[in-house]
């Protein structure tokens, strides 16, 4: 009984043999041409979503295009709308105010920026670097105790130490100039400590847009 | 503008008791001294003179002595009545009775406005009460429009014969006003008298100085948006660009021989000493390092040159040698020690420190010896300079509301005001003797 069993069992799987040798062969020569066709069609399918992708992301990527120009535009708009012309009697030329330079302040007879003033200063930097035509001059001021020469240097070095911060964060140094008013050109001119705290200061003029 | 101190004429006038020896009578250079009571007769108007002339021409000549801080002045108003009225110069006999009139020395005089009424004698004669001497008689002859400057020689004189070195009497002092946002320099008289504009310009205009002849001042204007240093002539004219390195270009001081001019310049980023030659040109740096170097002002013997310096973290007062070596600090007290002056003659410097929260005028020996604080408490005081002969010190001060003008004898006596109540004054310079 086990004997005839395992004569079965050879014969089963040289059957097997024999359908898995033969088989292949068989389907290849049968199918070929649907098969040809059914995988053309689905590269075309494939193309067309492609392009069809492609089309939709450069439609995204024109729209955002535009919307960066426009926006960008929107800022460049904005910051012309923030300039005000500045001449000053005996003073020669024209320069401009923005708002969006922020000016930083100064604690008495020091010229280091403090940490919440070189927030300022980074986000001036940002500014400058999304116009790079923009040159500025940055003046120091300083309140009115001490001699008025002494406070001439003392303004010359915020002015300095502003730039040289802005150029530590990327900005070129040729686009920056500096002046020293000392403390001949007051924010506020009482004589007390607010006022004192507000004159010295770095403040931000621009000299070509 | 300076011709008219020229055409005085002078004349050494005697008297009927030949004057004496000159001694000393006041030595100022004395930490403190009593001022010299001197008594003023009324000035006799000769002629047609006009009483009201005669009458300012006292007033100034008493204006000047009060301001020398070396008198007590008597003047008319102020005598017994059979004084009062007493009009010219006293002869010898009667010299007597001056002497119950509370003064030490005498000073009478009289004027005369001669021929057209364009032309002035003033004739004056000093006398020793006291010892009943004369000590000195002269007569000035001058047009009428110089009267001050006659009346400012006479001032002089009697300074000259009294204190044993002449006064400053005819000098004038520099100084900046404000004028809403502009800053101009002004000229006035020692006495406070003949303000005059020196720029006009509507720029901030600061950091008067005199050049050596006095006949130009230096400045730092903003006329071309940069702190420029400029030279303008006493009326006015001839401004001439001196210095525009980007930066500041700022308080030239002139060596004594006039060659070279020390002044800050900021064209590294900081402000720095340098040297220039008299006509701006070969440019050397005398300080190095991080510090901010500022108000060089030479020794009178132009050895060295004291300035101000914050290298040692807070400013302080510096003396170098003219080349830049040897720097050594004068100043230890206190943490803001700026803008020194060194005095005519030698010894001192003075300079603007910061003492109880406020702003005074110190002085202190050139080995750093001596300190002193001349200026009281209760009120700022900036930018100490000193008159020709050393005695006195102008300063700015906001005792009085804004910031004026002020002199005070070097000793801190006498402190009083140059300019009007007006303020917004500061940054005095005094000039040499006109002479």
């Known amino acids: ?209 | 503008m300076v011709k008219y101190f020229i055409c005085i004429l002078i004349v050494l006038l005697s008297f009927s008791i030949p004057s004496v020896e000159a001694r000393v009578y006041l030595d100022i250079n004395a930490p403190t001294f009593v001022q010299i009571p001197i008594v003023l007769p009324k000035w006799k108007s000769v002629e047609k003179t006009p009483p009201a002339l005669t009458a300012k021409i006292y007033e100034v000549l008493a204006n000047n002595l009060t301001l020398s801080g070396f008198f007590k002045v008597i003047d008319h108003t102020l005598l017994p009545s059979y004084l009062k009225e007493k009009e010219g110069i006293p002869s010898m006999l009667s010299i007597q009775e001056w002497a119950s009139s509370g003064g030490e020395i005498l000073l009478a005089g009289e004027a005369t406005l001669e021929g057209d009424g364009l032309n002035l004698r003033l004739k004056f004669h000093l006398v020793d009460l006291v010892e009943q001497k004369h000590l000195t008689g002269k007569q000035y002859d001058s047009k009428l429009q110089n009267f001050r400057n006659m009346v400012h020689r006479i001032a002089d004189e009697t300074i000259l014969h009294l204190t044993g070195e002449k006064g400053v009497h005819n000098t004038k002092i520099a100084y900046v006003i404000r004028q809403g946002e502009s800053r101009e320099i002004s000229v006035a008289d020692f006495d406070g008298a003949n303000v005059r504009p020196i720029t006009q310009n509507q720029s901030i205009n600061l950091s008067p100085v005199w050049t050596p002849d006095g006949q130009k001042i230096a400045f730092t204007s903003y006329l071309k948006r940069n702190p420029d240093l400029y030279l303008i002539d006493l009326n006015g004219r001839n401004l001439q660009r001196f210095s525009s390195h980007p930066g500041l270009n700022v308080s030239p001081s002139w060596s004594p021989d006039g060659k070279q001019i020390a002044l800050m310049l900021g064209k590294e980023g900081k402000s720095d000493i340098y040297l220039l030659d008299a006509k701006g040109e070969n440019l050397k740096r005398l300080t190095t390092g991080h510090g901010n170097e500022s108000t060089p002002r030479w020794s009178p013997d132009g050895r060295q040159i004291v300035f101000s310096s914050d290298r040692s973290g807070s400013p302080q007062i510096y003396i170098m040698s003219s080349d830049g070596s040897n720097v050594r600090r004068l100043t230890f007290e206190g943490n803001y020690n700026v803008s020194p002056s060194w005095s005519p003659k030698g010894d001192r410097i003075a300079f603007c420190g910061r003492a109880g929260g406020q702003f005074h005028i110190f002085t202190i020996g050139t080995d750093g010896s001596g300190l002193k604080k001349l200026t009281p408490n209760g009120s700022n005081n900036e930018s100490p300079c000193w008159s020709p002969d050393g005695r006195y010190i102008a300063f700015s001060s906001t005792r009085a509301g804004g910031s004026r003008i002020f002199i005070m004898n070097a000793n801190g006596f006498n402190q009083r005001p140059l300019t009007t109540p007006k303020g917004g004054e500061s940054s005095p310079a005094w000039s040499k003797r006109f002479e």
């Open chain 1, 1 to 209: 009984m086990k004997r005839k069993s395992y004569i079965v069992s050879v014969i089963f799987v040289l059957c097997i043999g024999l359908i898995l040798m033969g088989c292949p062969k068989k389907t290849v020569v049968k199918d070929e041409p649907s098969a040809r066709a059914e995988a053309a069609k689905i590269e075309a399918d494939r193309a067309a979503k492609e392009k069809e992708r492609e089309a939709r992301e450069k439609e995204v990527k024109e729209k955002e295009t535009v919307r960066l120009k426009e926006k960008e535009e929107q800022a460049k708009r904005e910051f012309e709308r923030s300039l005000v012309a500045k001449r000053t009697p005996g003073i020669e030329g024209e320069v401009f105010e923005s708002g969006l330079l922020k000016p930083i302040f100064f604690e008495f007879d020091k010229y280091d920026i403090r940490p919440g003033d070189a927030e300022i200063l980074k986000e001036n930097s940002a500014l400058l670097k999304k116009f790079p035509n923009v040159k500025i001059q940055i003046e120091g001021h300083c309140d009115e105790r001490g001699t008025n020469e002494y406070n001439l240097a003392l303004g010359e070095r915020r002015a300095n130490s502003t730039k040289k911060y802005l150029a530590s964060l990327g900005i070129a140094a040729d686009r920056i100039s500096t002046i020293s008013y000392g403390e001949e050109k007051p924010m506020d001119p009482a004589h007390n400590e607010e006022a004192w705290a507000k004159n010295r200061r770095a403040h931000f003029v621009i000299t070509a847009k």
